[in-house]
């Protein structure tokens, strides 16, 4: 049985730092793409950074430069590391694997496993 696991959330203040841990349990992080969500409340789950088996390391528009994953093979942990925060960084992190789907680009479409997320608050 797979289980993704976060951990790592808090609150901070505008200019903070986090580094937020995905522990894969089940599941050999090294073969799989891997992505991280936010949700915000009452919003839809977007999209932040994703590891992809076949396209490498993309982040979205609104965190480039600030935000970065890795893969630690050895402890079977995605991290998202996350720099320079801002109030609109705030909500629900979740981690996703294995890859489902892809669209024209390669981009993964749809994660099989998800976990139960960790909470950032980022205060002005």
């Known amino acids: 049985q797979v289980q993704l696991v976060e951990s790592g959330g808090g609150s901070v203040r505008t200019g903070g730092s986090l580094r937020l841990a995905c522990e894969a349990r089940g599941l050999p992080i090294g073969g799989y793409s891997m992505a991280w969500f936010r949700q915000a409340p009452g919003e839809g789950r977007v999209g932040v950074a994703a590891f992809s088996t076949m396209t490498g390391i993309t982040v979205a528009d609104s965190v480039r430069g600030r935000f970065t994953v890795s893969k630690d093979k050895a402890t079977n942990i995605f991290y998202l590391d996350m720099s320079d925060l801002r109030p609109d960084d705030s909500g629900e992190y979740i981690c996703?694997?294995?890859?489902?789907?892809?669209?024209?680009?390669?981009?993964?479409?749809?994660?099989?496993?998800w976990g139960q997320g960790t909470q950032v608050a980022v205060s002005a």
């Open positions: 996703a694997a294995q890859c489902l789907d892809l669209d024209a680009g390669a981009r993964c479409t749809g994660y099989k496993y």
